[in-house]
């Protein structure tokens, strides 16, 4: 790799020189900076496949790498597993590299600090000074040198751990030892040369039987509040220690789940979803197996042909030449075979081309991009945060744009001042703070349910635009050819159910010709629904066709009810929606009142771990 044999030989240098130094050697070498991360859990925003997960660059192989999503903000961070003075960050990138990105620590891998950043990136190897001292570090880049992921081959962080405390003498018991008995103590630990820490020490491994390939896996089910469990709740569970999270994070990286989503922001888990734990997990509800997983759909019956179906092309082909080869000469019979392999080949492609064309839509929910939706959800909890700390009402906002290391709000009314670190637009209207300081910033723990029809639309020319579905007061249409918007509304039903400030709103699907994800319930008539179209928490529903003119009085009047909380969305034209959207073939959105944007820019994060 790039610039990677001067490191090593200065450190075999540094070793030898201290061995030769004599007893003043290992004195010195406890300031030396070591390897840290080599082989540590990793983890990051989202991977482009799952042969590129973020342990990949923390494997010590210059062959393997990680590769993130195709969007930016990205994140990759290592758990050193003890805290350390981190003292210098080592990054190896492949030709895909950023071009503007942040070296953070943090002791909780939730608030972060800037030990580092950059805005002038060139890519190659760099090697980078830090002082800080915390557990986990994190490189995260807000822009790319192109359309590609970010990609490290190799991600060092070199520094000192902190020394482990030394046992407090304990006064000796009389009836244990006599009054002359001098107290003992440990040994002081000796630091000779500078070594890779030692891994976190695991427990006993519980002696199991399974067939070949079985794991320790474990399906999250809900916690006392009726939400997924948390990752660090099982670890401690399971594993004893809270702490020992990101080993299972590591583990479940690139593996699809059974709703045919991938987990890369560890604090998001779905019910349902499995993990894979490390071997000395033990506790009631583990299992021990093969890891079940995402499951495709089978084609529909009628893509298979019937037995009375003419037959195909190679099934004649083979017929024929079984009743003339046993009579041929040897030469003739392997030129035959050839042949029939070469036209049952043939109609294989055909057939499967065939099964191709008559494959139906793809129905499930396609996963959000989580890497984005980490970064708006961190900060609009800092903003929450910021506006509680300084006595100032939240904002209503009606759009969420991440250009380039800033993150701005369009808000629904203006407002001023603005809390730290926002600033203002001369309007009002609009609120702007840059990314780094957001993503280290006091972030509030309180509900989003505020936010909870915030969708990301896709990436402008200029950065990716969300905008609130709540704020449409009225029928949203979503037009295109069938497959275009088929494919807009299962991101749309993803982004409006899965993201972190989601509510897990009802979702009613009502006509025909939708897609069918299981998630939602799917009806024949508004009429089924109405009743039920009430102020309150509210859902999202379908609809396969504009509604009829009394239909839409029927929704007008919802409407007019500022609690009225459902979002309705017509796949088709609409002449009585209030915002207009039209899917083309080309993948890009457009709406007349927003930016173009690609909604297929995220599509590589779906169809990359397939």
């Known amino acids: 790799m790039r610039a990677r044999a001067v490191p090593v030989l200065l450190t075999v240098m540094g070793t030898a020189a201290g061995l030769a130094a004599g007893p003043e050697a290992p004195a010195a070498a406890q300031d030396d900076p070591v390897l840290l991360s080599q082989g540590r859990p990793a983890v990051a ?44 960050v080592e990054i190896d990138w492949e030709v895909a590299h950023s071009t503007a990105y942040s070296v953070e ?206 037959p195909t092309v190679a099934a004649v082909a083979v017929e024929r030449a079984a009743v003339r080869l046993p009579g041929a000469p040897v030469w003739f019979a392997v030129g035959g075979a050839l042949a029939v392999a070469a036209l049952a080949w043939l109609g294989t492609w055909l057939l499967r081309r065939r099964r191709t064309r008559q494959e139906p839509f793809d129905d499930s929910l396609l996963r959000t991009d989580t890497s984005a939706a980490w970064t708006v959800d961190r900060s609009l909890r800092v903003l929450m945060a910021a506006c509680e700390r300084d006595g100032l009402d939240v904002p209503g906002v009606t759009g969420v744009f991440i250009e380039g290391g800033s993150l701005r709000l ?74 275009a918007r088929h494919e807009v509304l299962r991101r749309w039903l993803g982004e409006l159910t899965g993201n972190p400030w989601s509510d897990d709103p009802r979702v009613v699907m009502v006509g025909n010709g939708l897609p069918q994800p299981e998630q939602a319930e799917h009806l024949a008539g508004l009429e089924q629904v109405a009743p039920e179209l009430e102020v309150g928490r509210g859902g999202v529903l379908v609809l396969s066709h504009a509604p009829t003119a009394a ?31 039209t899917a083309g073939d080309d993948g890009w959105l457009r709406s007349g009142f927003l930016p173009e944007v690609r909604y297929d820019e995220q599509t590589a994060v779906r169809r990359g771990g397939e």
């Open 551 to 581: 239909q839409q009085d029927l929704l007008a009047t919802r409407f007019a009810a500022p609690e009225f909380s459902w979002v309705v969305i017509v796949l088709g034209a609409a002449p009585s929606a209030r915002w207009r959207f």
């Open 105 to 310: 620590i943090s002791d909780d891998a939730e608030s972060w600090r800037v030990l580092w950043s950059t805005g002038a990136g060139d890519g190659g190897a760099d090697s980078i000074p830090v002082d800080g001292t915390g557990r986990y570090v994190r490189v995260y880049s807000t822009a790319r040198n192109g359309t590609a992921g970010n990609s490290i081959w190799e991600l060092r962080v070199l520094g000192v751990p902190e020394p482990e405390p030394e046992p407090q003498e304990q006064e000796p018991e009389p009836s244990t030892r006599p009054p002359s008995a001098a107290p003992t103590r440990q040994p002081e630990p000796t630091r000779s040369a500078p070594a890779v820490p030692a891994p976190t020490p695991s427990r006993p491994v519980p002696e199991r039987t399974g067939p070949p390939g079985s794991v320790v896996y474990y399906v999250v089910g809900k916690g006392a509040d009726g939400k997924p469990e948390k990752l660090n709740d099982i670890a401690g569970r399971f594993l004893g220690d809270r702490n020992r999270w990101p080993e299972i994070a590591e583990l479940t990286e690139g593996h699809r789940q059974p709703d045919g989503r991938y987990m890369t922001d560890p604090r998001t888990l779905r019910t349902g979803w499995v993990l894979k734990l490390p071997k000395d997990a033990a506790g009631k509800g583990l299992r021990f197996g093969p890891l079940p997983g995402f499951e495709p759909p089978r084609p529909s019956p009628s893509a298979s042909p019937s037995p009375s179906a003419t």
């Open 45 to 88: 925003s989202a991977l482009e496949r799952p042969e590129h997960a973020a342990r990949f660059a923390v494997d010590g192989d210059g062959q393997t790498r990680w590769s993130s999503a195709f969007s930016d903000p990205q994140w990759i961070w290592v758990d050193l597993q003890q805290r350390a003075e981190v003292r210098r």
């Open 410 to 483: 369009r808000l629904t009314d203006p407002a001023a001042p603005a809390p730290e670190p926002w600033a203002v637009s001369d309007d009002g209207q609009s609120w702007a703070a840059a990314l780094a300081s957001l993503q280290s910033g006091t972030a509030s723990e309180g509900s989003t349910a505020r936010f909870a029809r915030l969708v990301n639309l896709g990436m402008s020319e200029t950065g990716r635009v969300l905008v609130d579905f709540a704020a449409a007061r009225g029928v949203i249409s979503l037009d295109g050819p069938t497959r």
